[in-house]
């Protein structure tokens, strides 16, 4: 594989002093679609969280878009965060301020300063994510799917190389789910953009096929490794 977006080497995930998961290893190449899938509690957001600098790694190696997060401190994590872009499944928008506004509080965190630029940008993101010309409208004037499109709108702000995603689709109804699936994959394949995607979403893992990272008894398995091609242990076709 080229130069990898993601590469995790014999990492252990802990919450505090808890071991969720041990000996993890992938590596996640440019413009590559990843599920992360497994069982409620089986680590997903545990092992996106130290993948976006929220939980420290404290055994083995990670490297996300060129940056050594072992040993990330509040001080780096930003410029960490300003480099990868992060989708929640409850959007986690500012909701007393409008859809401009909620773009621009992440622009201003991150050092944008030219207000020209930063319409501009406004302007190509809410385009990208299907919300033009709603720029002054509040989240709690907005359905679930376009709260959703603008929390990926806010995602691609810096125009990251890579999106960790978990569980974007958790709220939503299953047409208003595969638009949004249609939309990642656009803005993957159009922009290049790498993205691992946390999901319970067996109709949209099914639907729109890709490589599989599972979490299970404490570990990762990956449906690119031999290993999982011998065992046949990812069987997606029930909820997860
Ligand atoms: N803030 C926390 N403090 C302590 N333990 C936590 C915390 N968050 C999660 N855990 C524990 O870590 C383990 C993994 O949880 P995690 O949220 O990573 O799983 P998950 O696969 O993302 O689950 P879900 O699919 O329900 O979101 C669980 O045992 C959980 O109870």
Do not use: C
């Not at 480099?83 to 992440?106: A, H, M, P």
């Not at 989240?139 to 990926?152: A, H, K, T, V």
């Not at 995603?165 to 790498?194: F, H, V």
């Amino acid at each position: 594989m080229s130069e990898s977006i993601v590469s995790v080497k014999n990492a252990n995930i802990y919450q505090g002093n808890n071991l969720i998961l041990q000996d993890v290893n992938f590596e996640i190449g440019p413009e590559e679609f990843v599920y992360l899938v497994g069982k409620t509690g089986t680590g997903k957001s545990s092992l996106l969280k130290t993948l976006y600098g929220e939980l420290p790694l404290k055994e083995g190696t990670a490297t996300v878009v060129g940056h050594d997060i072992k040993g990330m401190t509040w001080k780096t994590v930003p410029f960490l965060r300003r480099d990868i872009g992060i989708v929640f499944q409850s959007f986690n928008l500012l909701t007393d301020r409008n859809v401009s506004e909620n773009l621009k509080f992440v622009m201003r965190a991150t050092g944008w300063k030219d207000k020209k630029l930063m319409d501009e940008k406004i302007k190509e993101v809410l385009e990208k994510v299907g919300l033009s010309h709603k720029e002054f409208k509040m989240p709690f004037e907005m359905s679930g799917g376009e709260q959703q499109r603008l929390d990926i709108a806010r995602a691609l702000i810096n125009s990251p190389k890579l999106i960790l995603a978990d569980e974007p689709t958790g709220n939503l109804d299953p047409e208003t789910s595969d638009d949004i699936m249609q939309l990642l994959r656009l803005i993957s394949y159009e922009t290049k953009t790498s993205i691992l995607m946390a999901t319970h979403d067996f109709i949209v893992i099914n639907r729109y096929p890709s490589r599989i990272l599972k979490t299970e008894n404490g570990r990762v398995l990956d449906s690119m490794s031999e290993e999982f091609e011998d065992k046949r242990e990812i069987q997606v076709d029930q909820p997860l």
